[in-house]
């Protein structure tokens, strides 16, 4: 980050332009885009806490590690509520 801001001043005058506004860009598209597919994985293998934990569920998945517990955390879009229903929905009806 230090060095785009070095090489926008020495290049464009400003330290906010190209090409940090460019690598700020980016790392917000990439967060997007890895956000995006964390959460349709976490929606098809059913992973509670929403996309917050499914790269670590994947990971144990594979044998590499163990799955955290993301259950403090709430889903932004409210799925931590369908996760909770659905527990309690499998709970009554295997016993």
Do not use: N
Request: charged letters at 20%; a negative charge.
């Amino acid at each position: 980050m230090a060095s785009a801001a070095l090489i926008g001043v020495a290049t464009e005058g400003a330290v906010w332009g190209f090409p940090l506004a460019d690598l700020v860009w980016s790392f917000d598209v990439l967060y997007r885009v890895q956000l995006t597919a964390a959460e349709v994985l976490a929606v098809a293998l059913g992973t509670p806490g929403c996309e917050i934990g499914v790269w670590s569920e994947l990971l144990a998945r594979a044998g590499r590690g163990t799955a955290r517990s993301e259950d403090v955390l709430d889903c932004v879009v409210g799925l931590h509520l369908v996760d909770a229903w659905e527990d309690k929905r499998r709970t009554a009806i295997q016993g």
